[in-house]
């Protein structure tokens, strides 16, 4: 016995560990929304290294532009080029609040319009890996975010909060194949469950008798208990009759651009 | 211990950069899985069970920063370091090629063992549809990322033996 453990120590070793992964595997999936104890160390961990990038891009952007701005001025007279450097500079820095404004007061509106506390937050990551649909956002439970609150900009939807540690949160986008949200079609109310497929979203379970047609739009039903009602989810751009069946698929062109995520509204929670 | 230390750090920058340098200069949806070759290298240079650890854990710490549940990366790092373990082992080390080939035959491996995975344990069945359109660009950009480390290795450790010898004819010079 002794003898034929020596002979497969490395593939006893080899099974056990895979048996680890497997059983740390299937136990993560039941608990898939909450951090654990290591998630939250690393996130931790890593999270002053994502605000120094984040600033750190910010100034390289800065420099940059100051940089091809000082290049074009160095071809043309030292005093006009002063003018024009300044006067660039300005226009940049003006363009560059401008949109930063024009973002911040559509959130502005949408705070406004809505009857629940936010938190804004800034995006400074993305998901490791190119299947999966997930950002990192710089708020997390010191500033009073949990797990499964709804994330959205002025345009619509943006996903919901999973792995929340200390400073920062990760958001699990609409887009992504395990987002499922409870939706309806504006202008008739017929109900779905809006699940993410990469670049798409596609609207299942809805009843194949109710008339849709491309363009309707679709906003969250309010029923998951996590996404308040009426968010703009997208508009329907396709639409899937199979030759049986009680329901159609609908596919849906999101109203948010997920690649261009830069300051997210975090909703904590309906108003007492 | 401190090859451990050295592939924890190394894990994490490689994250950190995939997860916010990267996206900055390359783009979201295409950017090289330098977890994925960290353990192609882990498989062909270290020793078996150190090595199956280092890769587990490398594919947890991706876990926290990709997807939804832990564990999934970590079982597949797992076995990708297996199979390039076993398969490495059959062949000349020295080559530069072979790291090429276990890019190839890694990047494809990880996306049919995750699509596998997701089948048989999650309800992500949409997800198989991505990773097989993503594949093709996938593969492209981690053989280029592969070719781009393998050609500046290469030219550093030309310069460095070059410094070697220079440093050598010296010696011999002072001697005489």
Redesign the interface.
Same mark, same amino acid.
């Given at each position: 016995m002794l003898d034929f453990l020596k002979r497969h120590q490395?593939a006893l070793? %080899?099974s056990s560990? %895979?048996l680890?992964?497997?059983l740390?595997?299937?136990?993560?999936?039941r608990q898939?929304?909450k951090a654990?104890l %290591?998630?939250r160390g690393?996130?931790q961990?890593?999270s002053p290294?994502?605000q120094v990038? $984040?600033s750190i891009?910010h100034e390289v952007a800065t420099l940059w532009h100051n940089y091809i701005n000082l290049t074009q001025v160095q071809q043309t007279n030292l005093i006009l080029e002063q003018r024009v450097r300044e006067q660039r500079q300005q226009l940049l820095q003006l363009r560059e609040v401008a949109q930063e404004n024009n973002r911040l007061r559509k959130l502005l509106h949408f705070h406004e319009e809505a009857n629940f506390p936010e938190i804004p937050a800034r995006v400074?990551?993305? $998901?490791?890996?190119?299947? %999966?649909r997930?950002v990192?956002i710089d708020k997390g439970l010191n500033d009073g975010l949990r797990d499964g609150l709804a994330v959205v900009v002025a345009e619509g939807v943006v996903g919901r909060t999973?792995?929340c540690s200390r400073r920062t949160s990760?958001v699990?986008l609409a887009n $992504?194949?395990?987002s499922e949200i409870s939706a309806l079609i504006q202008h008739n109310r017929t109900r779905g469950v809006a699940?993410?497929?990469?670049d798409t979203i596609?609207l299942n379970y809805a009843l194949r008798r109710k008339d849709v047609k491309t363009g309707d739009a679709v906003i969250t039903a309010g029923t998951g208990g996590i996404f308040p009602k009426g968010l703009p989810i997208g508009k329907i751009s396709n639409v899937i009759k199979h030759d049986y069946g009680m329901f159609q698929t609908l596919e849906i062109t999101p109203s948010v651009d997920f690649?261009r995520l830069e300051e997210v509204l975090v909703i904590l929670g309906e108003q007492q | 211990m401190k090859h451990l230390g050295l592939y924890l750090i190394i894990g #994490?920058s490689l #994250?950190?950069v &995939? @997860? *916010?340098?990267l996206?900055?200069l390359v783009?979201? *949806?295409?950017?090289p899985?330098l977890?994925l070759i960290l353990v192609l290298y882990i498989g062909l240079n270290e020793t078996?069970?150190a090595g199956? +650890?280092y890769a587990?854990l490398l594919g !947890?710490?991706?876990?926290? +920063? !990709?997807? @939804? @549940?832990?564990?999934?990366?970590?079982?597949i790092m797992?076995?990708i370091f !297996?199979g390039t373990y076993i398969g490495g082992r059959q062949l000349n080390l020295e080559n530069d090629l072979v790291m090429l080939l276990a890019t190839i035959i890694g990047t494809i491996c990880n996306s049919l063992l995750?699509i596998l @995975?997701l089948l048989c +344990? *999650?309800e992500? *069945? &949409?997800?198989s549809?991505? #990773?097989l359109?993503?594949l093709p660009a &996938?593969l492209l950009i981690n053989l280029t990322t592969v070719l781009t480390i393998t050609f500046l290795l290469s030219v550093l450790h030309k310069r460095s033996q070059r410094n070697k010898r220079r440093g050598t004819y010296q010696g011999l010079q002072t001697w005489h």
């Open positions: 490395t070793l %080899f560990l %895979f680890c992964a497997l740390l595997y299937s136990n993560s999936l898939q929304n654990n %290591f998630e690393v996130l961990l890593t290294f994502y990038l $984040d891009q400074i990551a993305v $998901d490791a890996s190119s299947w %999966f997930t990192t999973i792995k990760r699990l $992504d194949a395990a699940r993410g497929k990469g596609t690649s | #994490i #994250i950190v &995939q @997860t *916010s340098v996206p900055l783009g979201i *949806s295409l950017r899985d977890i078996p069970l199956a +650890f587990w !947890c710490l991706l876990d926290v +920063f !990709c997807g @939804t @549940t832990l564990g999934l990366n970590g079982m797992l076995l !297996c995750l @995975t +344990f *999650s992500q *069945s &949409q997800s549809v991505l #990773i359109n993503g &996938q």
